[in-house]
């Protein structure tokens, strides 16, 4: 009788943790954000050493510090990523430090008012400035982090690369449309990339995007929440109904989705997208 699989290899895999990130380094952009922080300590909690990258100094460097009390090996970085010299910069500490880069985790992102098409606005009311900065940080914030990492990647032979994109990206939502067209790009970078270097590099330098639903961070806060007493605007409330779970994210709810895509779990997955939503994208809300 044929066997359909190498059992000794079967066996093999049985004695590993497919999930286990033990000397892996992972680069996590935007990792002193409400979702960063999180994925950073899910990293370090499976083994990875993390380079955390982000703009400010004194909400960063408490994230790692915490992380080594837990008994992480974790580093802050001040990172612009929109500023190329500067992420060389970075990569060049990063690898001093560290010897190689694994992961990269591209959560640097987020949204501003100008950008956004009130109910009371129209087209001509937005801010280009404020849609370009927009564009500008979601889209090339994520294209020139893969561009400076992904280059040692490349030498290194292997390499990991997750993208965060958005809800917006399925089914372009009402008011955010910078935050919505640059997220969009985003998913089609995926795909893009995980074909180009697939075939140029090889099975081993992989590229997936994780894309979270409604989860309130920093950016979005003003969108969904009164300022006044922290409770749902109109627009908070309608996306609770649209999501079957009924209610919005934790950050950790996004934490097992990301170990999936950096682990060997995922080693034949290669430009996807994993949703992690509460169902929002499969209601048609009838």
């Known amino acids: 009788m044929r066997v359909p699989y190498d059992l000794k290899r079967k066996n093999d895999y049985r004695m590993k ?9 992972a ?9 960063g922080r999180s994925f950073c300590a899910a ?10 990258l982000g703009r ?45 880069i694994d ?18 606005q129209s087209l001509f009311d937005v801010d280009m400035n404020a849609m370009k900065s927009v564009i ?15 280059e040692e990647m490349v030498k290194q032979g292997h390499g990991n690369i997750i993208n965060i994109c958005s809800a917006s990206a399925e089914h372009p939502l009402t008011r955010v449309m910078g935050y919505s067209s640059a997220k969009a790009a985003i998913k089609n970078l995926t795909e893009y990339l995980a074909v180009e270097f697939g075939q140029k590099y090889g099975k081993d330098l992989r590229v997936n995007a ?11 806060r003003f969108l969904l929440t009164n300022k006044e007493d922290g409770s749902l605007t109109p627009r908070g409330k309608l996306i609770i109904q649209g999501t079957p779970q009924g209610r919005m994210g934790e950050p950790d709810d996004l934490q ?21 939503d509460g169902g929002f994208n499969a209601f048609s809300g009838v």
């Open 17 to 25: 943790d497919l999930f286990d990130l033990t000397g892996k380094v």
């Open 27 to 35: 680069v996590v952009t935007g990792g002193n954000g409400i979702l």
């Open 43 to 52: 990293l370090c909690d499976k083994g990875a050493k993390v380079a955390i």
């Open 56 to 100: 400010k100094k004194e909400s960063g460097e408490p994230i790692a510090a915490g992380i080594r009390a837990n008994g992480g090996d974790a580093t802050f970085f001040v990172t612009d990523v929109l500023n190329m010299e500067q992420l060389k910069q970075v990569k060049a500490e990063v690898l001093a430090k560290y010897g190689h």
């Open 103 to 120: 992961i990269l985790v591209n959560a640097a992102g987020g949204n501003m008012p100008g950008a956004c098409i009130q109910p009371d």
């Open 136 to 150: 500008e940080l979601n889209y090339f914030g994520t294209l020139y982090p893969i561009y400076v990492f992904a």
């Open 210 to 220: 994780l894309e979270p639903g409604f989860f309130l961070t920093d950016q979005n």
């Open 256 to 276: 097992g989705a990301l170990i999936y895509l950096a682990s060997d779990a995922s080693r034949f997955v290669t430009g996807t997208t994993t949703i992690v």
